[in-house]
């Protein structure tokens, strides 16, 4: 079963940062913090993942609180293609992926 | 790039048939998964494989059983087909930091 927790959905202005929290609440000392998205159709997609520090990418940034129970993905600038399903992880390296109900982020115009 | 393909984007089986769901994975990745995915349920582990010949039962095993005979390929198979198994399969690959999907199947069985 998923041990992640986050919104079942969220609108966000094009243009404007998307803020995806999750909380991570029996999250283990080896597991990293993993977030994918899923947009309509598609296979799942990796974005970004990290331990403790946080993190930046081209597609987005990562925010991991100092006691790890709660992450938060920023995409800086949404656009409509970032219309998807988020999915925020906890995974131990090699170990099994285990998805949850992930939140459905619409970006509008 | 990595590519995971799936050997079928869209498949009509009848009930009772025996299927195979291929799965193919081009970057010499260990560990390999397949889901299923349904509206409302998201996405539900079935089986995986940490190598050849390897395989662990996912979340949801009943009906399905796989393959590892090669280390780029992983098979999910559905011994008798049913109705309740109509749904979108998809295949994942990973490496220690990043999982690859492919495209996924679309399976209805009638």
């Known amino acids: 079963d998923a041990k992640t927790t986050q919104p079942t959905s969220m609108d966000c202005a094009e243009g404007r940062a998307a803020n995806l929290p999750c909380n991570h609440s029996?999250?283990?000392?080896?597991?990293?913090v993993y977030w994918y998205r899923q947009i309509h159709s598609q296979g799942p997609q990796y974005i970004i993942h990290?331990?403790?520090n946080n993190e930046t990418n081209e597609m987005a940034s990562l925010i991991i609180t100092e006691d790890r129970k709660s992450s938060t993905l920023i995409l800086p600038h949404a656009t409509l293609r970032d219309t998807a399903v988020y999915y925020c992880?906890?995974?131990?390296?090699?170990?099994?992926?285990?998805f949850g109900a992930g939140t459905i982020l619409r970006v509008k115009s | 790039d990595v590519k995971v393909t799936q050997s079928s984007r869209y498949l009509v089986k009848r009930t009772g048939e025996k299927v195979f769901l291929e799965c193919v994975q081009d970057?010499?990745?260990?560990?390999m998964f397949w889901y299923r995915q349904d509206p409302g349920l998201g996405l539900r582990l079935i089986y995986f494989?940490?190598?050849?010949?390897?395989?662990e039962k996912g979340d949801i095993p009943e009906g399905y059983s796989v393959s590892r005979e090669k280390k780029e390929r992983f098979s999910l198979i559905l011994e008798s087909a049913s109705t309740n198994q109509t749904s979108m399969y998809l295949c994942?690959?990973?490496?220690?930091?990043?999982?690859?999907f492919g495209q996924g199947t679309r399976l209805t069985v009638v």
């Open positions: 494989s940490y190598d050849v010949k390897m395989k």
């Open positions: 990290g331990l403790k």
């Open positions: 994942a690959s990973t490496t220690t930091e990043e999982a690859f």
């Open positions: 992880i906890d995974m131990e390296y090699g170990n099994k992926l285990v």
């Open positions: 970057m010499d990745h260990e560990n």
């Open positions: 029996t999250i283990s000392g080896n597991e990293y």
